[in-house]
């Protein structure tokens, strides 16, 4: 997501003479940590890491620093990052879970589950949560604009004072009419992941970042995961620093002060569900497994609605929006994939055919004026081709 620039930083990072790294990265896979050598050293990157795993072993895990600056810290494969938008589809598999586990119907209303007025339009009635994890609720930024990103304009209507909380974000939502009818089309919503958050903790009577941590994180494995924060003085413990040339108006107060678009020009808290986790590149890789093969997270079930076609069917390019994931058919496999980013941050990770999964996390997002994110997965594609003999030596008992 692009914040509106109240004004371009001057303060680039300063760049070192060579990428440090750190971790693992076997002479077999050398490829693969050329690629990201290349692509931080090309978008002025100072934070970085990729990881990936082969056949459910983890292969390679590897941290990137690309600066001078002794305020960047070294990275290592657990350093945590936000995650951005890699964050819905653990929301998803926690909606899975709740549902295998008889405490929700994907198909119910998702106003009557958490009591919302449908009085601005009564179509809202027809929001299910199914709908809501394939982004067909009715909701469109392109239109409305995105709900989490309006929070000066929500303070004002509701006449609240600033920091707003998502209770906020649902009360001005709700009093809008939707962009279009429920389930007629596909369109992005991070509202509709907020809402999906607040079910999860209607379903387990638990907060939501407890009830994932303990319910779909620790039977996989996994410890470091948490939410983020939105001030920099309230990072975790190993978290990387965000860089950006954009700023903002702080949402944190009512001070009107411009403030780094990452550190106060919007909330991370309000985000939670649908982009607010933190996490490595090595925690991703392991959290894929979930779904490579029935555990004790999801049964065979659950994970065939992780990738079921939405209503609307599929794109031009045969993709669809499972549950907080993409999905393709190729032959013998079903592809998964996303892509997140914020102001400071790019993530992509993607399970693919042949058993190969990965996971790459960058401090810097793509802005007017820098080279193409997106390139980097037909880099990594390019690269798999070209391994001749892959890794047998399992990293994970080192990460976890």
């Not at 690629?35 to 990881?51: F, N």
């Not at 106003?111 to 067909?136: C, E, I, M, N, Y």
Request: a positive charge; hydrophobic letters at 40%.
């Amino acid at each position: 997501m692009t914040l509106p620039v109240a004004a371009l930083g001057t303060a680039q990072p300063a760049l070192a003479a060579t990428v440090q790294t750190s971790g693992v990265a076997p002479a077999a896979l050398a490829g693969f940590d050329k690629v990201l050598k290349t692509y931080i050293v090309e978008r002025k990157i100072s934070c970085a890491q990729l990881a990936i795993t082969k056949n459910g072993k983890l292969v390679l895990a590897r941290g990137y620093r690309y600066s001078d600056d002794p305020a960047v810290p070294a990275v290592t494969p657990t350093s945590l990052f936000r995650i951005a938008s890699l964050s819905k589809h653990i929301t998803a598999v926690a909606i899975m879970r709740l549902a295998q586990d008889g405490k929700l119907t994907l198909g119910a209303s998702v106003a009557t589950l958490l009591g919302l007025s449908t009085a601005a339009d009564p179509r809202l009635a027809r929001v299910t949560v199914w709908r809501l994890l394939q982004h067909t609720g009715g909701w469109d930024r392109e239109i409305s604009r995105d709900y989490l990103y309006l929070d000066h304009t929500i303070s004002g209507t509701l006449d609240v004072p600033l920091p707003i909380t998502r209770d906020h974000i649902v009360t001005y939502a709700s009093g809008r009419p939707l962009d279009f009818a429920p389930g007629a089309r596909f369109a992005y919503s991070n509202y509709g992941y907020l809402l999906l958050g607040m079910i999860v903790e209607k379903a387990s009577g638990m907060s939501y970042e407890s009830y994932v941590r303990q319910k779909i994180l620790a039977p996989a494995g996994i410890t470091r995961l948490r939410l983020g924060r939105t001030l920099k003085s309230q990072a975790a413990p190993g978290e990387v620093v965000y860089e950006s040339d954009q700023t903002a108006k702080t949402v944190t107060d009512t001070s009107g002060k411009t403030v780094p678009a990452p550190y106060g020009g919007f909330s991370m808290e309000n985000r939670g569900p649908g982009g607010g986790w933190l996490a490595s590149a090595v925690d991703l890789v392991r959290f894929a497994k979930v779904l490579d093969a029935p555990g004790a997270v999801l049964n065979s079930t659950s994970i065939a609605r992780m990738v079921a076609k939405p209503e609307t069917g599929v794109t031009e390019d045969g993709a669809w929006y499972g549950a907080g994931l993409w999905v393709r058919q190729v032959t013998g496999h079903l592809n998964t994939w996303h892509s997140g980013g914020l102001p400071g941050t790019y993530t992509y990770t993607a399970r693919l055919q042949n058993g190969f999964t990965y996971a790459a996390l960058f401090n810097r997002g793509e802005e007017s004026g820098s080279p193409d994110f997106d390139v980097l997965s037909p880099r990594i594609n390019e690269q798999i081709g070209k391994v001749t003999t892959w890794p047998t030596t399992d990293l994970f008992p080192r990460y976890f």
